[in-house]
């Protein structure tokens, strides 16, 4: 299977609604051929940015970071931890990605005169650059996940790709799986299939015939209700796979597995599936059945939607399994502390840790800061992530040092004591996009640190996303009061790790240990945050 035509390739849309699911089925369903195949996630979503990096989360989640650099949708988060590997950058279409690129062609003239439409030559860059991908990844499988829902104008010219490819592979190299949802109506005390078969017919009307749908819904979905979209959308009964909420996305693979979803994909590509999730199930019993859970707190701007920090809950998550500990996330509006609005006794009186994670410009600033304060203060267990690190050091400045009206020139551009300031090499750049200090960089850590303790080894590569610094001059006016910065960049001028380390758990980095946390293998940060929490409340863990 390693070659472009011999790949075989399995297209997932969705519909009704979106947000349902698709991304986390599509990584569900990689699990499950990961044990036979190599497996190539992509992901195409339908808006013109060329990615999501200047996107404000609220818009569209959480940006998710590359190795590379890359800023691709939260869905390859999944991806990544499903799969446990590292994707690429071009492995995420945008519209405005591929449309980029044929004006880039049409100015060159490679279209020798002829009219430029959306079909052809839209849909064959699409198909071009899924082919590319295959090819030069040497994929065994590669899933498609086409973002949006079936109906959408956005998305129409990547469904419109996805039917075509059927013709170029040959049907008997590629599978349909449609993701559509079953509502409860409690009024009526019944699952109701009619906007699925809806649905599906719409999908039927561009062109695409589904071989598999799984039906998501609440609770599971009945027999009636199986056999009922299995006549109306034309696939077997035992292709309409129920799709209940879970605990823990984490059971969405074994699910689709004792639904009989491998099966069915085993049955049209020929061959005999392997069956080892024991590990994966450990770890979920862990999370499941413990006893213990630990309250964290997430000190953000962007608290009301919590896909913001979807890479930093799963990280938590990752820890609390390897640890039998639930982790229990209060989203804290850090405007309200700054406003006087939540007494910040009150907001911490019932937790464990504390996190403040990545964030930009000035609102809620203040709050964090009043929130780093009463961590290191109260001893509670506390991680900076990027802003998170900038911010207990502009705390640490403030009222350890004393440096009066220490902040980040990003917060305040005329500070007298500017602790953080921009990186010399953003100060002349003026686009937004993909430019800020991207994908996975090298770290020195310091001998004898908790840091280096809880990673166990001399250097690190963690993925970055940020514009500011710890300001160099500010280096040992900060180590003389008692900060530890207990990581650097390879020339020693950038602060990558810092910690307090006469406190339970004081520790913070510019950098983001989420994006490369697993299940299997959890963030040594988010580890030591989590054990330090279930310490403080349980004693020795």
């Known amino acids: 299977m390693h070659t472009t035509h011999s790949a075989k390739w399995i297209i997932v849309t969705g519909g009704v609604v979106s947000g349902i699911g698709k991304g986390t089925s599509t990584a569900g369903i990689g699990k499950l051929l990961s044990r036979n195949f190599k497996v190539v996630p992509i992901k195409c979503d339908g808006y013109l940015n060329i990615d999501p990096g200047t996107m404000n989360p609220f818009e569209h989640g959480e940006v998710f970071v590359l190795e590379d650099g890359g800023e691709v949708d939260m869905d390859f988060g999944h991806y990544e931890r499903f799969l446990n590997i590292n994707c690429k950058s071009e492995w995420n279409l945008t519209t405005g990605k591929v449309y980029d690129s044929i004006i880039k062609k049409e100015r060159k003239g490679e279209f020798l005169g002829k009219t430029v439409q959306v079909i052809p030559h839209l849909t064959d860059e699409i198909k071009n650059q899924w ?167 997430l000190c953000g701007k962007y608290t009301g939607l919590t896909d913001s920090y979807a890479s930093l809950i799963e990280a938590l998550n990752h820890a609390g399994a390897h640890l039998s500990t639930k982790v229990k996330v209060k989203m804290v509006e850090t405007t309200d502390i700054e406003q006087g609005k939540a007494p910040i006794d009150t907001v911490f009186s019932d937790i464990d840790a504390i996190i403040v994670p990545i964030g930009f410009g000035s609102r809620g600033a203040e709050g964090k800061i009043a929130a780093v304060k009463y961590a290191r203060e109260q001893n509670l267990p506390y991680l900076g992530l990027c802003y998170g690190l900038q911010i207990a050091v502009i705390e640490f400045a403030r009222n350890v040092c004393h440096l009066k009206g220490a902040n980040s020139t990003e917060i305040n551009p005329a500070t007298k004591n500017p602790v953080v300031m921009m990186l010399p090499e953003q100060r002349k750049i003026y686009e937004k996009g993909a430019t800020m200090r991207l994908g996975a960089e090298y770290s020195v850590l310091k001998s004898g640190t908790k840091t280096m303790k809880l990673y166990g080894k001399p250097s690190v590569h963690e993925r970055h996303r940020h514009r500011y610094e710890v300001n160099p001059k500010y280096h040992k006016i900060l180590e003389k009061n008692g900060l530890v910065i207990s990581g650097t960049s390879r020339n020693g001028k950038l602060v990558e790790f810092i910690e307090l380390p006469n406190l339970r758990f004081f520790a913070a980095t510019q950098a983001h240990p989420e994006y490369k946390s697993r299940l299997e293998q959890p963030s040594p940060l988010y580890y030591g945050l989590v054990k330090a929490a279930a310490e403080k409340k349980y004693g020795r863990v």
């Open 131 to 297: 082919m590319q991908i295959a090819s030069k990844e040497k994929a065994d499988i590669v899933t498609i996940e086409i973002g949006g829902t079936v109906g959408d104008i956005e998305n129409s010219w990547f469904v419109e790709a996805a039917r075509q490819l059927r013709q170029d592979v040959g049907s008997s190299n590629i599978m349909y799986v449609h993701l559509t949802y079953v509502p409860y109506v409690p009024s009526l005390g019944q699952q109701k299939t009619k906007p699925a078969q809806r649905d599906v017919q719409l999908l039927r009307e561009t062109g695409i015939m589904p071989d598999i749908i799984i039906a998501r819904s609440k609770d599971k979905i009945s027999e009636q209700s199986r056999e009922k979209i299995s006549l109306f959308c034309n696939v077997p009964v035992s292709a309409v796979i129920p799709a209940p909420d879970v605990h823990s996305i984490y059971e969405i693979p074994i699910d689709l597995e004792e639904e009989g979803l491998l099966k069915i994909i085993a049955e049209k590509f020929s061959f005999t599936p392997k069956n080892d999730l024991q590990e994966w199930r450990k770890l979920i019993a862990n999370i499941r059945n413990s006893n213990r859970t630990v309250n964290v707190a």
